[in-house]
């Protein structure tokens, strides 16, 4: 149909700890988090009718995000592991894996996360 955009979105789930050096308050000192990842694709309808399939979506995000992060110790995984520099990551975790995000969000708390874009969709 011409004129929509069609964007899709997987949540995940992993738990991890991390410690914050820089950090004046309590996160200087090693704790965990119960993270939520939300992945989003945008693209047009291949001939099944869909931009990606949720299969191949879940496979990848296991795969290459899921299995590297999940119950670890973060800092050994990413220097400075805040949730803005682990969401980055994330993304180029996904980009290198084939999978382009339109968007990703990672919950480090339930009323608390961190929003990352594309630049065309900015």
């Known amino acids: 149909m011409a ?4 964007r899709v ?7 991890a700890a991390h410690r ?5 308050g309590k996160c200087r000192n090693l704790h965990g988090h119960s993270y939520r990842l939300d992945v989003t694709l ?5 001939a099944n009718g869909v931009v990606l399939d949720f299969d191949v979506l879940h496979e990848v ?8 992060f999940d119950h670890q110790d973060l800092n050994q995984l990413v220097e400075n592991p805040t949730a803005e520099l682990l969401a980055h990551e ?3 975790v996904l980009t ?20 990352v874009i594309s630049e065309s969709n900015s």
């Open 3 to 6: 004129g929509l955009r069609t």
């Open 20 to 24: 914050l050096a820089w950090h004046p």
């Open 42 to 46: 945008e693209g047009p309808l291949d």
């Open 9 to 15: 979105t997987c949540t995940f789930r992993f738990e």
């Open 61 to 68: 995000v296991q795969r290459e995000v899921i299995e590297r």
């Open 90 to 92: 994330i993304w180029a």
């Open 96 to 115: 290198t894996a084939g999978i382009e995000p339109t968007a990703l969000r990672l919950w480090e708390t339930a009323d608390s996360w961190v929003d």
